[in-house]
C-alpha cells in the first residue's frame, strides 16, 4: 500500500479505537470530579474546534467568539427560564440567535482583514459582555443566571428513561455532541467548501480571482463556527446550570485561542489536544495557588515562536516522516 | 451649564491620558506594523511602577514618574527584543497573538503579586480649584500641562534629532530606510522605548484620580485601538486628536446618558467605521 493510504486507513482505526474508548470510560471512571472534567473537556473541546473552523482553516481570526459561547449559554438559560421552553427547542432556537447575531456581526466585520478584524470582532466581545452585564431586568446583570435545569429525561422503550440528573448521562450527552462538531467540521473540511475556506485562508484576492465569492466563504464559515460556539454555550448552560456574564468575556476567547494554539490549528484534533491537556491540567490544579495564565502567556509566545503548528502539527510531520521511511 | 464644563474638564484629561497611550500604540503599529496588544498591560505596570516608587520607596510624585517611565522603556525594548524581532518577518497576527502572550503574563502576573483589590495613591496634588461653578483639582491641570509638555517633547524628538529622523524615514519607507543605511533594529528599539514610557507617563498620571489594579489597561488599550484606527495608522496629530475627541465623548455621554453603556458607545462607533471603510477613516485603500 502507499505509504499515504497507509496512514490514511491507520488513522481511522486509531479515530474508532479512540471513539470506543471514550465510550467505555464511564465502565472505569466513576469517581464524580473526573467525569465532572471530562465533561467540561467536551465542552471547551467543543468551543475550540469550532473557532478552529474560522480561524484555522479559513484565516480569520475571530475574537468575538466567547461572545458567540456566551450568547448560545444567555439565550437557552433565557429560553428555559423566562420562557418556559422545552431544553431541546431551546438548544435550537439559541444556537438560531446565536447564527443571527453572527450573521450582523459578520456582514460588518468580515469586509475588513487581517489585525484590523481581530480588533473589530474583539470590540464587539467587550460590548456583548456589557450589554449582559447591564441589561439586568433581561439577564439578571452581575447577580447572574440561576438555576437552569439539567436537559429533561428522554423516554425509551419499556417504560426506561435516560436521566441526566447524574453525570454518567451527561458525559454522553455532551460527547455526542462533541462527535457531532468534530464529524461537521471533518465534512465541510473535505468538502468543496472546505476547498474554499482553505483558498481564503490562502490569498483571498487570488481566490477571488479562481471565482470564489470570499465574503460569502468568508461568511458561511464565520456562521457555521457562531452555530457550533452557541452549541457549546448551550451544553454548558445546562450543565453547571449558573450563567454570570463572565462566560462571554473575551478572557474566554483568549482562551480558547490557547487551547487552538497549543493544539494545533488547522489540524482536526488539535483544538481538542489543547482543550483536554488544559482544561485537566487547570482542574488539577484548581485548589493549587497557581499563575496559571502566566504559563498560558509562556507557552503562547513559545508557540507562536517556536512550534508554530502546535502538538497536533509537530505529531503530524513527526509520523509524516515516520511513513515515509517505513514505506521506503 | 456648569455639569457641561465640568465634563468638559474631566474629558479632556481623559483625552489627555488616552492621547499620550495612542501615541505610543500608533508609532508601534504604524510605523512599525505590530499591533502591540500588550500596550495596556504595559500601561498598567507603569502604574505600579509608579506606585510603589511613590509609596513604598517613598519618591517624589515627579521623580517617581520619570523612574517609572525609564524603567517601562526598558521593559519597552525588552519585549520587542524577545517576542516581537523574531516574528519580524511573519504576519501581524503572530504578532498579535504573541502580544495575547504577553498580556496573560503581565496581567496575572500583577493579579498574583499584588492581588485584585484596587490600590489608593496618598494624594498627591489635591488642592481644589473653583471657577464658574465648577470644581477642579490641581492633578486635573497638572495632567493637562504634563501631557502638552510630553506632546512637544515627542515633536522635537522627531523632528529635531537624527534618531526621530530616521524614525520618519522609516514610516515612509521601510526599505529605502534600509538602503539608506538606516538600522531598523535600532528604530524599533527606539519606538517601543517611546511608546511604552508615554504609555507608563499615562498611567502614571492619571494613577492618583482612577486607581490602580491589574485590570486597569484593558479598556485603555481597546481605546487606543479605535483611535488609531479612527485617526489613521502612524499618524501623530490623528492619535492626539483621536485621543481628545475619545476622552471628551466618554465624558460627555458618561454625564448626560449613562456610564455602563461607555464602551458600547466607543466601540460602535468603531464596529461601524470599519464595515463602512474596511481600513479605518485615514488607512490606505
Redesign the interface.
Known amino acids: 500500500m502507499e505509504p499515504f493510504a497507509q496512514s490514511q486507513s491507520m488513522r481511522r482505526y486509531a479515530f474508532l479505537l479512540i471513539i470506543v474508548f471514550a465510550f467505555t470510560i464511564p465502565l472505569f471512571v466513576t469517581s464524580r470530579f473526573y467525569l465532572h472534567v471530562l465533561i467540561m473537556c467536551c465542552i471547551w473541546g467543543m468551543a475550540a474546534t469550532s473557532m478552529n473552523l474560522i480561524m484555522g482553516y479559513t484565516g480569520q481570526?475571530n475574537l468575538a467568539h466567547g461572545a458567540f459561547f456566551g450568547i448560545g449559554a444567555y439565550a437557552s438559560g433565557l429560553l428555559i427560564l423566562k420562557l418556559g421552553f422545552n431544553f431541546w427547542f431551546a438548544m435550537l432556537v439559541a444556537c438560531l440567535i446565536t447564527v443571527l447575531v453572527g450573521f450582523f456581526m459578520g456582514?460588518?466585520?468580515l469586509?475588513?482583514?487581517?489585525?484590523?478584524f481581530?480588533?473589530?470582532t474583539?470590540?464587539?466581545n467587550?460590548?456583548v459582555t456589557?450589554?449582559i452585564?447591564?441589561w439586568d431586568t433581561l439577564t439578571e446583570g452581575a447577580r447572574g443566571l440561576l438555576g437552569i435545569p439539567r436537559p429533561p429525561s428522554i423516554p425509551l422503550l419499556f417504560g426506561k428513561e435516560i436521566s441526566f440528573s447524574s453525570l454518567v448521562p451527561n458525559y454522553y450527552l455532551v460527547l455526542v455532541f462533541l462527535l457531532f462538531t468534530l464529524f461537521v467540521v471533518h465534512r465541510i473540511v473535505h468538502s468543496m467548501m472546505g476547498k474554499s475556506f482553505a483558498a481564503v485562508r490562502g490569498n483571498e484576492e487570488l481566490a477571488e480571482s479562481l471565482g470564489i465569492n470570499a465574503m460569502g466563504t468568508k461568511l458561511m464559515s464565520f456562521l457555521i463556527s457562531t452555530f457550533l460556539a452557541g452549541l457549546a454555550g448551550v451544553l454548558y448552560a445546562a450543565y453547571i446550570g449558573f450563567l454570570s456574564p463572565e462566560i462571554s468575556d473575551y478572557h474566554v476567547t483568549?482562551e480558547l485561542?490557547v487551547f487552538c494554539?497549543i493544539g494545533g490549528l488547522g489540524t482536526l484534533v488539535g483544538p481538542l489536544i489543547g482543550a483536554f491537556i488544559l482544561t485537566i491540567v487547570s482542574e488539577l490544579l484548581h485548589g493549587l495557588?497557581f499563575?496559571?495564565?502566566?504559563i498560558?502567556?509562556?507557552?503562547?509566545?513559545i508557540i507562536?515562536?517556536f512550534l508554530r503548528e502546535g502538538i497536533a502539527g509537530g505529531v503530524r510531520k513527526l509520523w509524516l516522516k515516520v511513513a515515509q521511511e517505513g514505506g521506503r | 451649564m456648569s455639569l457641561f464644563i465640568q465634563q468638559v474638564i474631566n474629558g479632556i484629561m481623559l483625552g489627555s491620558v488616552y492621547s499620550l497611550v495612542a501615541l505610543g500604540l500608533t508609532l508601534e503599529y504604524g510605523i512599525l506594523h505590530i499591533p502591540n496588544f500588550s500596550h495596556g498591560a504595559l500601561y498598567m505596570v507603569g502604574a505600579y511602577v509608579t506606585f510603589l516608587l511613590a509609596t513604598t520607596v517613598g519618591l517624589n510624585f515627579w521623580l517617581a514618574m520619570i523612574v517609572a517611565m525609564a524603567a517601562l522603556a526598558f521593559i519597552g525594548i525588552l519585549v520587542e527584543r524577545l517576542v516581537y524581532r523574531p516574528l519580524m518577518l511573519e504576519s501581524p497576527l503572530s504578532s498579535f497573538i504573541a502580544a495575547i502572550g504577553l498580556i496573560f503574563i503581565f496581567v496575572d502576573g500583577a493579579l498574583n503579586i499584588f492581588g485584585p483589590d484596587f490600590k489608593r495613591f496618598p494624594p498627591v496634588h489635591s488642592q481644589v480649584f473653583h471657577m464658574a461653578g465648577t470644581t477642579i483639582t490641581l492633578q486635573r491641570i497638572l495632567i493637562i500641562l504634563v501631557t502638552v509638555l510630553l506632546i512637544v517633547l515627542l515633536h522635537l524628538f522627531i523632528k529635531k534629532t537624527m534618531i526621530g529622523a530616521t524614525i520618519e524615514a522609516t514610516a515612509q519607507d521601510l526599505e529605502g530606510a534600509q538602503l539608506m543605511g538606516i538600522s531598523i533594529t535600532r528604530v524599533r528599539m527606539t519606538v517601543f522605548a517611546l511608546g511604552t514610557a508615554l504609555a507608563a507617563a499615562a498611567a502614571a498620571l492619571i494613577a492618583p484620580i482612577h486607581l490602580v489594579h491589574p485590570g486597569m489597561g484593558g479598556p485603555v488599550i481597546l481605546k487606543a485601538f479605535v483611535i488609531i484606527i479612527l485617526g489613521g495608522m502612524g499618524s501623530i496629530p490623528g492619535a492626539i486628536v483621536g485621543g481628545f475627541i475619545m476622552g471628551l465623548v466618554e465624558a460627555l455621554s458618561g454625564g448626560y446618558i449613562s456610564t455602563s453603556y461607555n464602551e458600547v458607545f466607543a466601540f460602535g462607533v468603531l464596529v461601524l467605521v470599519l464595515a463602512v471603510r474596511p481600513t479605518g477613516l485615514f488607512g490606505a485603500k
Open positions: 481570526v456582514v460588518l466585520a469586509r475588513t482583514k487581517g489585525s484590523y481581530a480588533i473589530g474583539m470590540c464587539f467587550v460590548i456589557v450589554i452585564d447591564s483568549f485561542l494554539l495557588a499563575p496559571r495564565l502566566v498560558y502567556g509562556f507557552l503562547l509566545i507562536i515562536i
